[in-house]
C-alpha cells in the first residue's frame, strides 16, 4: 500500500524534513488533509482551528485533517474548511484503504480561544465541540485530546505508531498562528461564493 495525499483549496501538502524527528514530514495547512501508512509526521500549527488525527492501529494506516469552521456552505467552493466535510474526507480516504470503521480511533487538537476579544460563542469553542460530537455520532473513540484553552499548539502525529506530541505556543506566536489562518480565510473569500455571506 502506498501513501498518498489528497488536499484542497490550498495546494499540494508540503513535505520536509524535520530535524527535531528526524524524520519525514507533511505540513497541513488550513482545508488540508493527509492519509499515510509510512513513516511520515503529519504536523500542523493550529489556534482556533482543528485537528482530528484518525488511525487504524492493525493496519498503522493514519491520517490527519485542519478545518476552520464546524459546518458551513459545502457549495461555496471550498467545502474542506468545514469540519462536516474535512471529517467526512478523512474517514472515506481511510476505509478506502482498507481501514475497518470498528478498528479507528481519534486524536483531536486545537479549538483555542486565542482572539481574547471573543467570549460569546466563540468559534475554537464550537470547533472543540463540533469534532467531540461528530466523532460521538460516528462512533470513533477519543482516545486522546488537547483541546480549548487559550494557547495555540504545534501537534506532531505519527499515525504508523499513534504517537503524538503537542507543543503548547507561548502567546508570542498568537499573531503568527492568527495570521496565517486569517491568510487562509482571505484566500477561501477571494474564490467565488454562492450562498450568504460569512463575517470573522
Not at 487504524?56 to 458551513?72: A, I, S, V
Not at 481574547?116 to 470547533?127: A, D, E, I
Not at 483541546?147 to 502525529?157: D, E, T
Amino acid at each position: 500500500m502506498s501513501s498518498a495525499a489528497a488536499s484542497f483549496a490550498d495546494g499540494s501538502v508540503m513535505r520536509y524534513h524535520d530535524a527535531r524527528f528526524k524524520t519525514e514530514a507533511a505540513k497541513l495547512l488550513p482545508t488540508q488533509y493527509l492519509v499515510v501508512d509510512n513513516d511520515t509526521a503529519l504536523v500542523t500549527v493550529l489556534g482556533s482551528c482543528v485537528a482530528a488525527c484518525i488511525r487504524d492501529p492493525l493496519l498503522k494506516l493514519g491520517g490527519m485533517n485542519h478545518f476552520l469552521l464546524p459546518d458551513g456552505n459545502v457549495g461555496d467552493g471550498a467545502p474542506a474548511r468545514y469540519g462536516s466535510f474535512a471529517m467526512e474526507l478523512l474517514i472515506n480516504d481511510l476505509l478506502k484503504r482498507g481501514a475497518a470503521r470498528n478498528r479507528l480511533e481519534a486524536k483531536v487538537f486545537g479549538g483555542a480561544n486565542v482572539l481574547k476579544g471573543f467570549t460569546s460563542n466563540p468559534v475554537g469553542t464550537r470547533n472543540a465541540e463540533f469534532v467531540r460530537k461528530y466523532l460521538d455520532a460516528e462512533r470513533i473513540p477519543v482516545v486522546a485530546e488537547d483541546l480549548r484553552g487559550i494557547h495555540p499548539r504545534k501537534v506532531w502525529y505519527f499515525p504508523n505508531t499513534g504517537r503524538v506530541v503537542v507543543q503548547r505556543l507561548p502567546h508570542a506566536h498568537d499573531a503568527e498562528v492568527l495570521a496565517a489562518e486569517s491568510a487562509a480565510r482571505a484566500r477561501l473569500s477571494r474564490a467565488p461564493v454562492t450562498g450568504g455571506v460569512e463575517l470573522f
